[in-house]
């Protein structure tokens, strides 16, 4: 019988905010397939979230949190340090943070200010290649890096705005990194997802339209599930996609194949 064996091996998690959050059923997969997990979350009722809910993974006691702002280089440096000092190899990192202004997503592109451009780059995009960056000497050969993107980045997504330039800039980030870390056996892809309802798209002007949308034109005639993302987060994750790295896979009900 073919499996998906994972104990032994370690994973940082970035980005779980609460159950809903994409990253959060990346990781019951992860931890469902045995891995001990690193979990990483800026505020502390994110953190409050994540002791809450790590009782309820499997090997429970083999899963750790570490407070982290990934615009800090300092915050980062201590992952790094910490990982290090831990003598933890690591089989991967799941990337699943960005922020874009209020501002920025309810007016037009066009007015986008520098600062709120910036931002959206730092934490979008930067952050990927800084932890990448980090914690390279802590990946071990065959260790896999997925982020999370949006078709925004290629297609023009009313209110996506300054957020689908940075996914642009993540998804070359993706293959610029995985030409730099191919040569230490480390491999990074992207999913890019449906829309998914989690707290990052609460209060979003338009994304209840958008759900509705693909709903209508997608092949599969449906939304995806957060669970969906996380079974191809999986796979690019583990062993099973060894041969595959600076992709973009898509997790769409085939939304983004339509004219
Ligand atoms: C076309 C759409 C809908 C319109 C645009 C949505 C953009 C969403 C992404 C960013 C990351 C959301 C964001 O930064 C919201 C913040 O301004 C306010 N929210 C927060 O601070 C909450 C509390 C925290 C948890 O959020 C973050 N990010 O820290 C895109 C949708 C159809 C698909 C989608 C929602 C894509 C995506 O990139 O998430």
């Known amino acids: 019988m073919l499996c998906l064996d994972l104990s032994?091996?370690?994973?940082?998690?970035?980005?779980?905010?609460?159950?809903?959050?994409?990253?959060?059923?990346?990781?019951?997969?992860?931890?469902?397939g045995g891995a001990n997990l690193?979990?990483?979350?800026?505020?502390?009722?994110s953190g409050e979230a994540l002791r809450k809910l790590i009782p309820s993974l499997p090997g429970e006691g083999n899963h750790r949190l570490f407070s982290l702002d990934v615009e800090r280089d300092e915050d980062i440096e201590a992952l790094a340090t910490f990982v290090r000092e831990e003598g933890i190899s690591l089989a991967g990192l799941v990337h699943s943070?960005?922020?874009?202004?209020?501002?920025e997503l309810d007016g037009a592109f066009i007015d986008t200010s520098r600062e709120g451009f910036l931002l959206a780059h730092n934490v979008s995009v930067y952050s990927l290649v800084a932890l990448a960056r980090a914690l390279r000497p802590a990946f071990r050969p065959g260790a896999a890096v997925v982020t999370l993107t949006y078709l925004g980045s290629e297609r023009v997504v009313p209110h996506y705005n300054v957020m689908g330039v940075a996914k642009a800039a993540l998804e070359a980030s993706v293959r610029y990194l995985a030409y730099d870390l191919g040569g230490d056996g480390v491999r990074v892809n992207a999913v890019s997802a449906g829309?998914?309802?989690t707290l990052s798209a609460r209060g979003i002007a338009g994304f209840t339209r958008i759900l509705g949308i693909v709903e209508e034109r997608a092949p599969?005639?449906?939304?995806i599930t957060a669970e969906e993302v996380a079974n191809a987060a999986l796979f690019l994750l583990s062993d099973w996609s060894s041969g595959i790295t600076g992709e973009v896979?898509?997790?769409?009900?085939?939304?983004?194949?339509?004219?």
Do not use: H
């Open 195 to 197: 829309p998914v309802r």
């Open 8 to 32: 032994g091996r370690t994973y940082v998690v970035t980005g779980v905010t609460n159950e809903r959050s994409i990253a959060w059923a990346i990781a019951e997969k992860l931890a469902a």
């Open 220 to 223: 599969l005639r449906r939304n």
């Open 38 to 45: 690193l979990f990483t979350y800026r505020l502390e009722r």
């Open 97 to 103: 943070v960005a922020f874009a202004r209020k501002e």
């Open 249 to 259: 896979l898509y997790v769409d009900a085939g939304y983004g194949i339509m004219g």
